[in-house]
């Protein structure tokens, strides 16, 4: 099915190892985003690409990196991971960085950090 | 800045009941509304949306009028089910969003009907 992948689904990591978490989409969108999920947090955005070759902050970057490797995939990178960074993390993308169009969701990758 | 407000959860309802779950919205200019819902172990699937003042979107029985006169997006069912049991998110896409990105969530609401 078209639509957005995550992987992976779930990970356990040690505090201070480092891992990448892998995102792509088959929708020819031009916009990719990165979310984390905390309950009572709602959803906040960590980075974005808006195009292929850009990145930006989002609202929580700190501890994280990405690269928006080509327009279809677009990795979120833990260098050291910590306990805070136990989340629930969503990747999204969409045709256009605004406009109202929506965004459309992969799955989640639940990791946790002990 | 731009915001999201929604009502807080949980939500507990019997099968066939009315729903509403509020929200409210601060934003600059015209943004669009969105309501997106997440089934339990998924993502956050678009619901329905409304581009204007006094459209409404509507899809599975859901419906949410854009109000820009009180600032509102309230999501309404007439007769819920055990399947609309999920969380609930209210969002607004705005034009210069700044680090918080174009699209902006309210905090979510828990819905969960009992047979």
């Known amino acids: 099915n078209a639509g957005v992948t995550q992987t992976p689904k779930f990970q356990v990591l040690k505090t201070g190892q480092s891992m990448t978490l892998q995102c792509a989409q088959d929708?020819?969108?031009?916009?990719m985003y990165w979310y984390r999920q905390d309950p009572g947090m709602g959803l906040r955005l960590i980075y974005y690409?808006?195009?292929?070759?850009?990145?930006d902050k989002g609202e929580v970057p700190n501890g994280y990196n990405v690269s928006r490797l080509n327009k279809r995939e677009f990795s979120l990178r833990l260098e050291s991971a910590a306990p805070s960074q136990t989340s629930v993390y969503f990747c999204?993308?969409?045709?256009?960085?605004?406009?109202?169009?929506?965004?459309?969701f992969g799955s989640g990758t639940r990791l946790t950090v002990v | 800045g731009n915001s999201v407000t929604q009502m807080e959860g949980p939500v507990t309802l019997s099968e066939e009941a009315f729903l509403t779950i509020n929200c409210t919205y601060t934003?600059?200019?015209?943004?669009?509304l969105f309501w997106y819902v997440q089934y339990p172990g998924e993502g956050l699937q678009l619901l329905l949306k409304a581009t204007k003042a006094d459209d409404k979107g509507s899809n599975k029985g859901f419906e949410a009028t854009y109000r820009k006169e009180t600032t509102s997006f309230h999501l309404e069912k007439g007769s819920v089910q055990v399947s609309d049991s999920a969380v609930y998110f209210c969002?607004?896409?705005?034009?210069?969003?700044?680090?918080?990105?174009?699209?902006?969530f309210g905090k979510g609401t828990k819905l969960s009907v009992k047979p």
């Open positions: 999204a993308s969409s045709e256009l960085l605004d406009r109202g169009v929506g965004y459309t």
């Open positions: 690409s808006a195009s292929e070759g850009t990145t």
């Open positions: 934003a600059t200019g015209y943004p669009s």
């Open positions: 969002a607004l896409s705005a034009i210069r969003g700044g680090s918080q990105g174009n699209l902006i």
């Open positions: 929708m020819n969108h031009n916009s």
